[in-house]
């Protein structure tokens, strides 16, 4: 066979499951009920090795109220009682968990109440990565100062880590109770990832 009657190769398939599909839910992002004072915004970017936004990743956030519990009521969605589909969160309860997907950009946002210091840790929210390519699920924490923009030093963890790698876990302040943090999955400035056994 000669050389010009060979197919080309073919770019590889896409690798699935696609998180974002089913899995978000109406009112996913907002975990804080409607017009609590401790409700804060955290928003930011997944970002792949090369620093190019991730799309089509999906963000699961626990953490507790602004007292440091942890919620040990259950979930606050409806349901449509004609169509069986989800309506959205009822708006009162906090049940600590957010889901969301990124957009085109890779940015996401969560509303959800400023967490609470517990166990001699500084106040953080547990994340939980799904994106293409992963073939695990990866885990990280958001570290949100308190309202007095303190709190970080006396974090085991935080304590552990060299201070370029720490910046990684550590939200960025921004006007109005907003919160800036931005996932990188590889690259110099990798989110540090947490192991589990």
Do not use: K
């Not at 089913?22 to 997944?46: E, K, Q, S």
């Not at 969301?100 to 953080?124: E, K, M, N, Q």
């Amino acid at each position: 066979m000669s050389s010009h009657t060979r197919p080309a190769p073919t770019p590889s398939h896409t690798v699935g499951p696609f998180y974002g599909y089913a899995l978000p839910f109406p009112g996913g992002p907002d975990a804080a009920p409607h017009a609590h004072p401790d409700t804060v915004t955290v928003h930011g970017r997944v970002l792949d090795g090369a620093g190019a936004p991730v799309p089509d990743a999906l963000l699961e956030f626990w953490g507790p109220d602004a007292e440091g519990r942890l919620p040990r009521r259950g979930g606050s969605l409806r349901r449509d009682p004609v169509t069986g589909g989800f309506l959205g969160r009822n708006g009162v309860d906090f049940t600590g968990f957010t889901r969301v997907a990124t957009d085109a950009d890779g940015h996401w946002a969560i509303r959800t109440l400023r967490p609470g210091a517990r166990d001699g840790r500084a106040p953080y929210l547990s994340v939980c990565v799904f994106a293409r390519g992963l073939t695990h699920h990866l885990f990280t924490r958001v570290y949100v100062p308190d309202a007095s923009g303190s709190g970080a030093e006396a974090d085991p963890l935080l304590a552990a880590l060299p201070a370029e790698r720490r910046a990684t876990l550590l939200a960025t302040p921004e006007p109005h109770a907003t919160y800036r943090f931005d996932l990188r999955l590889q690259g110099p400035d990798e989110t540090v990832f947490l192991e589990f056994s």
